[in-house]
């Protein structure tokens, strides 16, 4: 029987119990001895190896996070560490890998196919929703869910007085949590790092929309603009003339029951990277694209930077 094991890396998402889940289930299915890394790749130095079975996994596709831990791996950046690796999954007999994650996950485990021929295939999971040649990420959606409920509450203060509400999203360098949710919770203003902005090009039409009647403003903004999200709090106070108040979502966003959407990828990303790696596709990402799941080489995912669809982009352009 062959052994194949799953790990996860970075940032947690909902969905990654899901998959783990189903990974169990379908590797048993597929004849397979389906293991647990525990902890991401500093697990995987420290050998928290252990053999996975249905117990293990009984009851966790509803709740976020993963069962099975996960970190972000300074270490593993080492050749020294990824040799102690490689010594690991030998003594579980282990030459197969699926590693739920993002970019920097993926390098990591490129690193080690490189340097020690381990079979893997990598699921792009990460609420940044920023893995090139792939339109979708596990998690995201939860994410997204997340902040419509957020924004949605806070609506509901926000139109009792007449505040702005600057709202952050996590997203590192990537807009895509904030433009989403920019348009589909009705917000006034999305700030994004990949859209150049000039906040004193709304403020003669914000000041009309008050003379108006208007009474609240939302603002979503991204955590990788080129400003803090208080100065533009201080911006609706200073230049609007309206009363502000900031709310980062923080790690809110990468927690919660994981939506059916999120749910249902994760058993189909799972399906395609341990059907990949049966059928010998040896360093492969599952990518999610307009033609259904393609596996696409690791160099060409890790080597492009993820570009939002330009016509997303162009909702929230001034023309
Ligand atoms: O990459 C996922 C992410 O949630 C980013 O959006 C965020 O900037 C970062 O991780 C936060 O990292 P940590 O949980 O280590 O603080």
Same mark, same amino acid.
């Given at each position: 029987?062959?052994?194949?094991?799953?790990?996860?890396?970075?940032?947690?998402?909902?969905?990654?119990?899901?998959?783990?889940?189903?990974?169990?289930?379908?590797?048993?299915? +597929?004849? @397979?001895?389906?293991?647990?890394? =525990?902890?991401?790749?500093?697990?995987?130095?420290?050998?928290?190896?252990?053999?996975?079975?249905?117990?293990?996994?009984? %009851?966790?596709?509803?709740?976020?996070?993963?069962?099975?831990?996960?970190?972000?791996?300074?270490? =593993?950046?080492? $050749?020294?560490?990824?040799?102690?690796?490689?010594?690991? *999954?030998?003594?579980?007999?282990?030459? +197969? *890998?699926?590693?739920?994650?993002?970019?920097?996950?993926?390098?990591?485990?490129? /690193?080690?196919?490189?340097?020690?021929?381990?079979?893997?295939?990598?699921?792009?999971?990460?609420?940044?929703?920023?893995?090139?040649?792939?339109?979708?990420?596990?998690?995201?959606?939860?994410?997204?869910?997340?902040?419509?409920?957020?924004?949605?509450?806070?609506?509901?203060?926000?139109?009792? =007085?007449?505040?702005?509400?600057?709202?952050?999203? +996590? %997203?590192?360098?990537?807009?895509?949590?904030? @433009?989403?949710?920019?348009?589909?919770?009705?917000? /006034?203003?999305?700030?994004?790092?990949?859209?150049?902005?000039?906040?004193?090009?709304?403020?003669?039409? =914000?000041?009309? &929309?008050? $003379?108006?009647?208007?009474?609240?403003?939302?603002?979503?903004?991204?955590?990788?603009?080129? &400003? /803090?999200?208080?100065?533009?709090?201080?911006?609706?106070?200073?230049?609007?003339?309206? /009363?502000?108040?900031?709310?980062?979502?923080?790690?809110?966003?990468? %927690?919660?029951?994981?939506?059916?959407?999120?749910?249902? +990828?994760?058993?189909?990303?799972?399906?395609?990277?341990?059907?990949?790696?049966?059928?010998?596709?040896?360093?492969?990402?599952?990518?999610?694209?307009?033609?259904?799941?393609?596996?696409?080489?690791?160099?060409?995912?890790?080597? &492009?930077?993820?570009?939002?669809?330009?016509?997303? @982009?162009?909702?929230?352009?001034?023309?």
């Amino acid at each position: 029987m062959k052994n194949i094991a799953i790990l996860c890396s970075g940032g947690d998402v909902s969905g990654m119990n899901p998959a783990l889940k189903h990974f169990v289930e379908y590797s048993i299915k +597929m004849g @397979l001895s389906p293991y647990f890394i =525990f902890d991401g790749f500093e697990g995987l130095i420290d050998n928290k190896i252990k053999k996975a079975s249905y117990d293990d996994v009984a %009851g966790i596709l509803t709740r976020g996070g993963t069962k099975i831990g996960s970190a972000r791996s300074k270490r =593993f950046m080492t $050749k020294e560490s990824r040799a102690v690796a490689k010594k690991n *999954l030998d003594n579980s007999k282990i030459d +197969m *890998l699926v590693v739920l994650g993002g970019d920097g996950s993926f390098r990591g485990i490129h /690193e080690l196919h490189k340097e020690h021929g381990i079979k893997f295939c990598a699921i792009p999971s990460t609420i940044d929703n920023d893995i090139s040649q792939n339109e979708y990420c596990l998690g995201v959606d939860t994410a997204l869910n997340i902040i419509k409920s957020s924004i949605d509450a806070i609506r509901d203060t926000a139109s009792s =007085f007449s505040r702005a509400f600057v709202i952050e999203t +996590m %997203g590192r360098d990537c807009g895509y949590l904030a @433009l989403i949710s920019h348009l589909t919770s009705g917000s /006034e203003l999305c700030l994004i790092p990949e859209v150049e902005y000039d906040l004193n090009s709304y403020k003669n039409d =914000f000041k009309k &929309q008050i $003379k108006n009647g208007r009474r609240y403003f939302i603002a979503v903004v991204s955590e990788g603009i080129k &400003q /803090e999200t208080k100065e533009i709090a201080e911006w609706f106070e200073n230049e609007v003339g309206v /009363e502000s108040k900031i709310c980062v979502l923080g790690h809110i966003q990468r %927690g919660g029951n994981p939506t059916v959407y999120d749910r249902l +990828m994760a058993y189909k990303f799972v399906n395609h990277a341990v059907d990949a790696l049966l059928g010998g596709i040896n360093s492969s990402v599952v990518c999610y694209t307009k033609n259904g799941f393609i596996h696409k080489e690791i160099d060409e995912v890790t080597s &492009q930077k993820y570009k939002i669809d330009q016509k997303l @982009l162009n909702y929230i352009k001034k023309s």
